[in-house]
């Protein structure tokens, strides 16, 4: 089961991602936590590393998805939180969770924070994905 898709033709067609998800009738949805970029030991990854950081997010939230019955081509949107008032860092992280995802380009929210939950901690990645029929 997959999502559809919407991207309005009046919309800026060069979003690196499509506009709105639709579930299909019947499907579980699945929410993610925010996946952080920790080690099996509970300890950040890549300190000071906005690329690897988002590799060992981007796994982590792969991890749960498959755990739950869903994966990356079936996830609906990602809210993707990046510690950086920089845009240099945010484009950094973006590429790794695109690369991640392709060619699927689902919804998307991109944010700067000041802070995330862990010491050093710089990027968390979450999604809604889907997980089956009811």
Request: negative net charge; charged residues 15%; proline residues 8%.
């Amino acid at each position: 089961m997959r999502p559809e898709f919407v991207s309005p033709l009046s919309l800026h067609a060069g979003a690196p991602y499509e506009y709105a998800a639709v579930a299909p009738p019947g499907a579980r949805l699945v929410f993610a936590a925010g996946a952080c970029p920790l080690n099996d030991a509970g300890e950040v990854v890549g300190p000071g590393d906005y690329e690897l950081q988002a590799r060992a997010a981007v796994e982590n939230l792969r991890v749960a998805l498959n755990a739950a019955g869903s994966g990356f081509e079936q996830v609906l949107k990602t809210t993707v939180y990046v510690a950086s008032s920089d845009r240099a860092q945010l484009v950094r992280v973006w590429r790794v969770v695109e690369e991640a995802f392709a060619p699927a380009k689902p919804p998307s929210t991109l944010l700067g924070v000041a802070v995330l939950g862990y010491p050093g901690q710089l990027v968390e990645i979450e999604a809604v994905g889907l997980g089956g029929e009811t």
